[in-house]
């Protein structure tokens, strides 16, 4: 009841519910979508029911799922799905490519460390360029050309001789605080810093930090590990363009300074006539060439 008194303000808070009915069963197919209005990405929040997943009414909830990012500026919808769930051969079929894989991390309780183990501090604005470089160094090319970093920083940086080391990107909610890391190797070990990092966090049971690591900073497993961490299931990254490039080809003529216009046509001018020496002789004989 309560989304349904507030569903006229989705243009608002940028999430929106599509219901596909079925014909003769009455069962229906539901998806729920987020966007933020600037964002260059969606995210698909739900897909409902699970027996659903192969009706074949699928691939038309999917399509307006996408038309309605895709007026709003969205170039691409990113699913998050179990590999193991029937949602993920679903989505393949319908076109969604896999361009990362991810385990995400319950953490409900930590120790707080000694304030001297870490120098971690919010991230500010002139933090950007650094928090840039950094992730460009760990991330896939394939993962930066879907996700966009336009948006400010929000989270945690560490910073050693005055080199950016590790940032730690953070969403906070009311039933729980999503935490992506990004470390780079020189950090290592990095065991007290990410406790320190947790413990500003301050999970408890109601309201856990969810750690979410990607394949290509994995090696942060084993911290987790000896902070009795819960792991989540493997879970693929997925992806369907709202808008395909088309290349398009503009011939402009363009001028060239101080150069006059050259003819078309060749013109024949006659060859100078050369007065030759007086002293040079010629043979009369009917041999000569």
Known sequence: MRGALFSPLSALSGVFTYIRHSTGDGRAIIGQIAHRMGSPLAHCRFLSPE???NSRFLPDL???LLEQVGGRGAHSLVAEVDEDSPAFGALRQNGFSIYARQQVWRVEKVLRAAETSSMWRPALQRDGVAIQLLRNGLVPGQVQQIESTAQGPDGYVLYHNQQLIAYGEVK?????IWLQPFVSLDAAPFDRALTD??????????RPVYVCLRTYQDWLRNPLGELDAE???NQAVMSKRTTVPLKAEEVRRIPVANRSAEPTTPIHAPLPQVRE???IRYDQTPNYR
């Open 51 to 53: 027996r659903a997943m």
């Open 62 to 64: 999917l399509e307006g």
């Open 172 to 176: 906070r909610g009311p039933r729980g």
């Open 197 to 206: 990092l947790l413990a500003r966090l301050r999970p408890r049971a109601g």
């Open 231 to 233: 792991p989540g299931p």
């Open 277 to 279: 020496p007086e002293w």
